[in-house]
């Protein structure tokens, strides 16, 4: 029993030594990829419901670390929040992205309605010098900030909401647009919606999938009415198929982006994708 009991403890530590070891790999991968530059962003089209017309893009940053391999951003992006690095790189992608828009635009391949929208996490929502890195993102890019979108998950809703919302206004003084991500799923409360100057909501993946399953029909229909009543724009994320495009499109979703359209696109693809005539 002595020899079980000390092997549990000894497996018990290699385990947390191997843990450990494995969280600093990735924590100096992640410093080695900050300053190298490692990362990639990808575009996912969001489709205009009734035409098919390609209004928008999400940007989606991409890691592959020569020594981690492929990390998905959920497990990346919450590291580099702890860490603080989610500032450069959330800088980054603000600067390519609005970057590729203004290229794009002047190249004719998409018109001047089109959007990129990018995901702001918590702590670079609440980084002092948010604000002028925005405005010098614009002054830089030279995009018309009515471009650019600002997706932040509605749990944001719920903490500081005082900072919060001096935050949101100043950016929406900016002209730049602010959507909320994976609407639905944050439990907060609504009167935030009336409050601050939102201009879209995201239906959440979850939603979009139980379309044809139990009451997931009344569940979408609700949401979708509750954004039109409010005068927002409404996208649907993660539509994958012909009946869950089909009854957003008959709901009066404004826009749809999933893998049914396409999946997340490098950029030589996704300048492709919008070549093609539809
Ligand atoms: P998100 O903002 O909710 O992004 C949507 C995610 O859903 C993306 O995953 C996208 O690839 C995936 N998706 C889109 N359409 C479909 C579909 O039809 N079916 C399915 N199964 N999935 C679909 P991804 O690219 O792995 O990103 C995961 C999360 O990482 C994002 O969730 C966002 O929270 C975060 N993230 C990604 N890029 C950035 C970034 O540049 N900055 C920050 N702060 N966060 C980012
Ligand atoms: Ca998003
Ligand atoms: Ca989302
Ligand atoms: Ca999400």
Redesign the pocket.
């Known amino acids: 029993a002595k020899q079980a009991g000390k092997n549990a403890y000894q497996f018990f530590t290699d385990e947390m030594q191997n843990e450990v070891a494995s969280e600093l790999a990735l924590e100096n991968a992640l410093r080695i990829a900050v300053k190298k530059n490692e990362f990639q962003l990808?575009f996912?089209p969001k489709v205009h419901a009734k035409t098919h017309q390609v209004l928008g893009t999400?940007?989606?940053?991409r890691w592959a670390s020569p020594s981690e391999g492929f990390l998905?951003?959920?497990v990346f992006?919450p590291k580099a929040e702890e860490m603080g690095l989610?500032h450069p790189i959330?800088t980054w992608?603000l600067e390519q992205g609005t970057k590729m828009l203004k290229e794009w635009q002047d190249k004719g391949y998409v018109n001047e309605r089109h959007t990129i929208a990018?995901?702001?996490?918590m702590r670079?929502l609440m980084h002092k010098d948010l604000i002028d890195i925005i405005s010098n993102v614009l002054k830089k890019s030279k995009l018309a900030p009515e471009c650019l979108e600002l997706?932040i998950t509605e749990s944001i809703m719920m903490v500081n909401s005082v900072q919060t919302i001096s935050i949101l206004n100043a950016i929406s003084e900016l002209g730049v647009k602010i959507a909320i991500?994976?609407f639905g799923t944050g439990y907060s409360s609504l009167s935030y919606l009336r409050l601050l100057p939102i201009h879209t909501i995201k239906v959440d993946?979850s939603f979009v999938q139980v379309i044809g399953i139990d009451n997931g029909d009344a569940i979408v229909k609700t949401i979708i009415s509750l954004g039109n009543n409010l005068g927002l724009t409404i996208v649907a994320?993660?539509?994958?198929s012909p009946e869950q495009v089909t009854f957003l499109t008959e709901n009066n979703v404004d826009l749809i982006?999933?893998?049914?359209f396409s999946?997340?696109l490098p950029l030589e693809e996704y300048i492709k994708y919008l070549k093609v005539d539809r």
């Open positions: 990808y996912q999400e940007a989606l940053i998905s951003p959920d992006i989610i959330g992608v990018i995901n702001l996490s670079q997706e991500d994976d993946r994320e993660g539509a994958e982006q999933g893998f049914y999946k997340p």
